[in-house]
């Protein structure tokens, strides 16, 4: 296979792992998509077409397309999907990240809808919140030129973005960053909503300085003598959990 077989097959593997990780089933299992910038050219990308259930999709589904949101290839039977302009807007902005995620999460869809700002309460995607998360504050798809770049200009140069009512985008460096900050983003809405049920509208969360701490002390792993390993070190990437989800959408 080529090197553009083997990016659409990543994708479409990623898009089934979204499934697997329930950010998107049930009403919403047709409603997301992941995108990847094609190797040696960032100004065309690999996303999923209009159509198939993310827990069905494969290689065959994928279209390549430019970074103004138009299609470069793929079968002609293959329609772009409705928010490209999401990912063709941001990934012309952002040359730092390679991967764009959007889908419509149960709770983050909830909080974005109560308008609550969600701060961190827990350490998993705790990076997230260095920045108050944005939000565009519409339900509408992002089908024009002018919604996909205003959405790109609230990012900025940050991890995630809220939609309101609609769900949300989570950019990466690759598609394992972009695909569990996802992950991440759901669970802290999660757990905002279930301490926004028991507290009110005004709950404790993490501080900005219990969150710098945190990082700081991460930092501080390779330096600690009991940890250092005896070969080579733990690879950081693929983690425990990509190689979860990975293995479960491959048998789809």
């Not at 974005?112 to 798809?141: D, N, T």
């Amino acid at each position: 296979m080529s090197e553009l077989d083997d990016v659409k097959e990543e994708v479409a593997l990623a898009n089934r792992m979204l499934f697997e990780m329930g950010l998107a089933d049930s009403s919403t299992i047709e409603r997301g998509h992941v995108s990847y910038r094609v190797p040696g050219k960032p100004d065309q990308f690999v996303i999923k077409a209009l159509g198939p259930a993310l827990s069905m999709t494969q290689k065959e589904h994928m279209v390549v397309v430019d970074t103004n949101g138009f299609k470069v290839s793929g079968a002609k039977e293959l329609n772009l999907p409705n928010e490209v302009k999401m990912h063709s807007c941001i990934l012309r902005e952002r040359p730092d990240i390679n991967s764009v995620v959007h889908v419509h999460p149960r709770y983050t869809v909830l909080m974005s809808v109560l308008q609550e700002q969600l701060g961190p309460m827990c350490i998993e995607g705790m990076q997230l919140f260095s920045q108050p998360l944005p939000m565009f504050a519409s339900p509408r798809l992002i089908i024009r030129e002018e919604d996909g770049a205003e959405v790109a200009k609230l990012l900025g140069n940050r991890e995630a973005i809220l939609l309101q009512g609609h769900g949300a985008a989570t950019v990466g460096a690759d598609m394992e960053d972009s695909v569990i900050n996802m992950l991440y983003l759901e669970e802290q809405a999660r757990m905002n909503y279930l301490a926004f049920c028991a507290a009110g509208k005004d709950h404790a969360v993490l501080s900005r300085e219990q969150g710098a701490a945190f990082a700081q002390n991460m930092r501080l792993l390779g330096e600690q003598e009991h940890l250092k390993p005896e070969v080579a070190p733990t690879p950081r990437k693929p983690s425990g959990i990509w190689v979860h989800y990975a293995g479960l959408a491959s048998k789809r």
